[in-house]
């Protein structure tokens, strides 16, 4: 059990659990496509939790007239767990969602501006044919700034010697009960039924000894 582990030992740890390596009549014309459900399932595991170690909390200047920004360097977009504004040198949460609504009471497209920033976004921006975040109201001055909590990127798991994100147990696990229950093999419940339980494991040990925060307390 382990993160780090490399694309060429994950191919082996798979085959082994699918007894591909004590099959003598099992050659190696298979490897790209277990490779490929390494990957994927690296990447739905990445999809289904926040793992506090891919964690990464960068912060975004506000810039006096600037409604859209790229994003902070090394985060994923598709994975940010909440947005705080600075303020006063006071973080305070904000929410997703610009719409029209908004609009009516600070209309971005009629360059109004206010401070703090009230809510982000995620949005294609016609301008720079790109997705960028939204800061709304447009902010009124350089000071402010905000901060993201998400996750970084999974890093790339294509060469033999790429190194996985995730456990690799989990990983393999996964990978193993899905190509056992293709072949029909009757050993795939067992397989899913441990990948499930090292998944909940896993999960378990990171929430466990967290505590609620009592302000002011």
């Known amino acids: 059990m382990?993160?780090?582990?490399?694309?060429?030992?994950?191919?082996?740890?798979?085959?082994?659990?699918?007894?591909d390596l004590t099959d003598v009549s099992v050659g190696t014309s298979n490897i790209p496509s277990l490779k490929q459900t390494l990957r994927r399932n690296q990447r739905l595991l990445?999809?289904?939790?926040?793992?506090?170690?891919?964690?990464?909390?960068?912060?975004?200047?506000?810039?006096?007239?600037?409604?859209?920004?790229?994003?902070?360097t090394g985060l994923n977009?598709?994975?940010?767990?909440?947005?705080?504004?600075?303020?006063?040198?006071?973080?305070?949460?904000?929410?997703?969602?610009?719409?029209?609504?908004e609009y009516q009471s600070?209309?971005?497209?009629?360059?109004?501006k206010a401070?703090?920033?009230?809510?982000?976004?995620?949005?294609?921006?016609?301008?720079?044919?790109?997705d960028q975040i939204e800061?709304?109201?447009?902010?009124d001055n350089s000071n402010d700034r905000l901060q993201f909590t998400g996750l970084r990127p999974l890093r790339a798991l294509t060469a033999d010697s790429d190194v996985a994100d995730i456990d690799d147990d989990l990983i393999v696990l996964f990978s193993a009960a899905e190509i056992l229950a293709a072949k029909k093999q009757e050993d795939a419940p067992a397989k899913l039924s441990l990948a499930r339980e090292h998944f909940n494991t896993l999960t378990?040990?990171?929430?466990r000894g967290k505590s609620p925060t009592v302000m002011g307390g």
């Open 115 to 130: 401070s703090p920033v009230r809510k982000w976004d995620w949005k294609w921006n016609p301008a720079t044919s790109t």
């Open 135 to 139: 800061m709304w109201p447009i902010p």
């Open 77 to 101: 977009l598709e994975r940010i767990i909440d947005v705080s504004v600075w303020y006063g040198n006071v973080p305070s949460p904000i929410d997703r969602g610009i719409g029209l609504e």
């Open 46 to 72: 990445y999809n289904r939790y926040d793992w506090p170690f891919l964690k990464h909390m960068p912060y975004l200047s506000c810039a006096n007239g600037q409604r859209f920004y790229n994003a902070p």
């Open 204 to 207: 378990g040990n990171y929430t």
């Open 106 to 112: 600070y209309d971005s497209d009629g360059g109004i």
């Open 2 to 19: 382990a993160r780090g582990t490399s694309l060429e030992v994950l191919v082996d740890m798979l085959r082994a659990e699918i007894r």
